[in-house]
C-alpha cells in the first residue's frame, strides 16, 4: 500500500550534537512533504514543511534537505536539547493520495544530557 | 493562537457500544481530516471533509462515519465497537483545500475498547 518508510526506529544523540533523521518516500509524484514531532500524549506538531520544486528550508535550528533523484528526506536539528526528545514523522502528499498526508512509520528522538 | 480543540480526551468504552468523538479546527480552516493512531504506530487516514463535503477516504472502517457541519467543527461516529478500536484519534485542519498547505492536529482522543 501507500508507505513512507523511516529504517531507524531510534536515535540517540548527546546533547548540543546535531541530530540527522531520515525518511525514504515512495512515490516520486509527491510534491509536498511535511516534519512533524509528536510527543508523548499530544498530537503530532509541525515543524518544518518543503515543496518538491525545493531542495532545502531552513527553520530554527531545523533544516530539510530533499532529494528527488533518489526519493529521500531527511530533517537536520542542529544543537540538539532534551525537549527535543520525541517521534518525528515525516508525511507526504500528492495529488493521487488526494489532500491527505501519507505518514511514514516514526523516528524516536532520544536526546542524553 | 487557537489550535485544533478535540473532546473527549479520553473515552472508555464496552464492546458493541458506541462512540463519537468531536473535532474543532482552526478558525477559518475549511479542511477536516481524521487519523487514527495505534501503540507505537504511525497515524492512519480515515477520512476528511472540505467545505462539509466528503473529501476523501482512506481505512475507515463502515462502522464508522462522519461529517462536517455547517460550523465547520466535525465528528466522527464510531459504532459496535470492536477492541481492535482502541487507539488515539486525531483530527487535523487546513485551509485552502486541495492546495498544500501544513495540517495542524490536535492532541486527539484516546479511546478505549474493553
Known amino acids: 500500500g501507500e508507505s513512507v518508510g523511516l529504517h531507524l526506529p531510534t536515535l540517540s544523540v548527546q546533547e548540543g550534537d546535531n541530530s540527522i533523521i531520515n525518511c525514504a518516500y515512495s512515490?516520486?509524484?509527491?510534491?509536498?512533504f511535511i516534519w512533524y514531532k509528536q510527543e508523548s500524549g499530544k498530537g503530532p506538531q509541525f515543524i518544518i514543511d518543503i515543496r518538491s520544486n525545493m531542495d532545502k528550508r531552513q527553520g530554527q535550528r531545523v533544516t530539510v534537505l530533499l532529494n528527488k533523484t533518489v526519493k529521500h528526506l531527511s530533517l537536520q536539528i542542529a544543537a540538539t536539547q532534551p525537549g527535543d526528545s520525541a517521534v518525528y514523522f515525516c508525511a507526504e502528499q500528492n495529488w493521487e493520495y488526494g489532500n491527505k498526508l501519507v505518514f511514514g512509520a516514526g523516528t524516536i528522538l532520544r536526546v542524553k544530557s | 493562537a487557537a489550535g485544533v480543540i478535540q473532546s473527549p480526551r479520553h473515552l472508555i468504552k464496552e464492546k458493541r457500544e458506541t462512540a463519537t468523538l468531536k473535532c474543532y479546527p482552526i478558525p477559518r480552516h475549511d479542511t477536516v481530516y481524521w487519523y487514527q493512531q495505534g501503540p507505537g504506530q504511525d497515524p492512519q487516514f480515515l477520512i476528511s471533509?472540505?467545505?462539509?463535503?466528503?473529501?476523501d477516504k482512506g481505512s475507515i472502517p463502515d462502522r464508522f462515519s462522519a461529517q462536517q457541519f455547517s460550523d465547520y467543527h466535525s465528528e466522527l461516529n464510531m459504532s459496535s465497537l470492536e477492541l481492535g478500536d482502541s487507539a488515539l484519534y486525531f483530527c487535523?485542519?487546513?485551509?485552502?483545500?486541495?492546495?498544500?498547505?501544513?495540517?495542524?492536529f490536535g492532541n486527539g482522543t484516546r479511546l478505549t475498547v474493553t
Open positions: 471533509f472540505y467545505e462539509k463535503m466528503q473529501s
Open positions: 512515490n516520486s509524484a509527491s510534491d509536498y
Open positions: 487535523a485542519s487546513s485551509s485552502q483545500g486541495y492546495l498544500n498547505s501544513p495540517l495542524h
